[in-house]
């Protein structure tokens, strides 16, 4: 059973950090690209990121500079490192998941066809 479990979520100041991770079970990445979007209060979702099975990132301009994302094969787990956190980046934050192929640098542009539970991710002073 295709699985994916996010946790980093929580409290932090403007300019601090979190990491958030995607865990994934019943698939690999090698075949699945993963994409991390956010939802705030009274907002549609939005993408924020996303890494394709090659390993190809892919960033909203909201947040290019400030969060990275990546892939660790072996322990089958997607990162979000964030950083210089706004305000305005808070919101739940899901990952996503879609098959793709082995290794290839797209996948990031089609819906997503499985949802982890969600994060809480709130930056205030």
């Known amino acids: 059973q295709l699985q994916l479990v996010e946790s980093g979520g929580g409290l932090v100041q403007p300019g601090g950090s979190l990491r958030l991770s995607c865990a994934a079970s019943g698939f690999t990445l090698d075949y699945y690209a993963v994409g991390w979007f956010r939802q705030a209060p009274g907002k549609e979702r939005e993408g924020v990121s996303c890494?394709?099975?090659?390993?190809?990132?892919n960033y909203a301009d909201s947040v290019k500079g400030r969060f990275t994302i990546s892939s660790d094969y072996a322990k089958n787990t997607v990162y979000l490192q964030m950083n210089s956190l706004k305000p305005e980046d808070t919101a739940v934050y899901y990952c996503?998941?879609?098959?793709?192929?082995?290794?290839?640098?797209?996948?990031?542009?089609?819906?997503?066809?499985?949802w982890g539970q969600g994060t809480q991710v709130t930056v205030t002073p």
């Open positions: 890494i394709s099975s090659g390993g190809v990132p």
């Open positions: 996503a998941t879609r098959k793709t192929g082995y290794r290839t640098g797209f996948g990031c542009e089609a819906q997503f066809d499985y």
